[in-house]
T-cell receptor, first 113, second 112 residues
Framework: ETGVTQSPTHLIKTRGQQVTLRCSSQ?????VSWYQQALGQGPQFIFQ???????GRGNFPPRFSGLQFPNYSSELNVNALELDDSALYLC????????????FGDGTRLSIL | DQQVKQNSPSLSVQEGRISILNCDYT??????FLWYKKYPAEGPTFLIS?????DKNEDGRFTVFLNKSAKHLSLHIVPSQPGDSAVYFC???????????FGTGTRLKVLA
C-alpha cells in the first residue's frame, strides 16, 4: 500500500512569485486535506478536497487555491507569495471527509526570500 | 483563539515508565479527537483516535482518555520506549466541519 507522497520536498521562492505543490493520496483514499505548519506550531487547516470539489476551507486568503484530480491526487497553488508563507506544507488523505484518521505525507518545506 | 491547547511544550520520562500527554479544548462541538506523533523531517503519523461517545480507547501501549465535562483528553503510553521520543499533537474536529484543529505539540523525550 503506497502512502501519501508530496513533491517537491524543498522549494525556495521570492516574494510575489507563484508556487504549485503536489500530493498523491494513499491508495483507496478519496479525500485530501492541506495544512500549513509554521515553526513551533501545529498544522493549520487550509482546505479539503473530496471527489474533486472543495469541501471546506480554513482562514486562508483566496490566493491559496487547490485542485483535486480524478485519481484523487491534489495540488496546492499559492499566488503572490509573501514572507509569512514560509512554512512546511502538509498534505493528508483519508477514506472519507469526516471522522476518519488523516494520513500525512512528509511535507514540502517552502522558503520565501 | 487557540481552540486546542497542549500546555506542556516538553516532557521527559524514564524508559519503561508511563508517559502522560495532555490536551485541553474549548469548543464543545468537537466530537472526534486524534493523537499524532511526529519525528523530525517526517509528516505526522496517526496513533489513535476517540469519538465523543466513548471515554477511553486502547491500542497496544497507547490509551486515550476523554473527559467531556472537563474538555480534556490525555494520551498514556505504557511502557515508554526510547523510540517514542517525538513531538505529539492532539487534534479535534466537529461533525460537519471537516477540518481538524491541532494543538501546538508536546515534545516527549524518553530517557534510556
Amino acid at each position: 500500500e503506497t502512502g501519501v507522497t508530496q513533491s517537491p520536498t524543498h522549494l525556495i521562492k521570492t516574494r510575489g512569485q507563484q508556487v504549485t505543490l503536489r500530493c498523491s493520496s494513499q491508495s483507496g483514499h478519496n479525500t485530501v486535506s492541506w495544512y500549513q505548519q509554521a515553526l513551533g506550531q501545529g498544522p493549520q487547516f487550509i482546505f479539503q478536497y473530496y471527489r474533486e470539489e472543495e469541501n471546506g476551507r480554513g482562514n486562508f486568503p483566496p490566493r491559496f487555491s487547490g485542485l483535486q484530480f480524478p485519481n484523487y491526487s491534489s495540488e496546492l497553488n499559492v499566488n503572490a507569495l509573501e514572507l509569512d508563507d514560509s512554512a512546511l506544507y502538509l498534505c493528508a488523505s483519508s477514506l472519507d471527509p469526516a471522522n476518519q484518521p488523516q494520513h500525512f505525507g512528509d511535507g514540502t518545506r517552502l522558503s520565501i526570500l | 483563539d487557540q481552540q486546542v491547547k497542549q500546555n506542556s511544550p516538553s516532557l521527559s520520562v524514564q524508559e519503561g515508565r508511563i508517559s502522560i500527554l495532555n490536551c485541553d479544548y474549548t469548543n464543545s462541538m468537537f466530537d472526534y479527537f486524534l493523537w499524532y506523533k511526529k519525528y523530525p523531517a517526517e509528516g505526522p503519523t496517526f496513533l489513535i483516535s476517540i469519538s465523543s461517545i466513548k471515554d477511553k480507547n486502547e491500542d497496544g501501549r497507547f490509551t486515550v482518555f476523554l473527559n467531556k465535562s472537563a474538555k480534556h483528553l490525555s494520551l498514556h503510553i505504557v511502557p515508554s520506549q526510547p523510540g517514542d521520543s517525538a513531538v505529539y499533537f492532539c487534534a479535534a474536529s466537529a461533525t460537519g466541519t471537516y477540518k481538524y484543529i491541532f494543538g501546538t505539540g508536546t515534545r516527549l523525550k524518553v530517557l534510556a
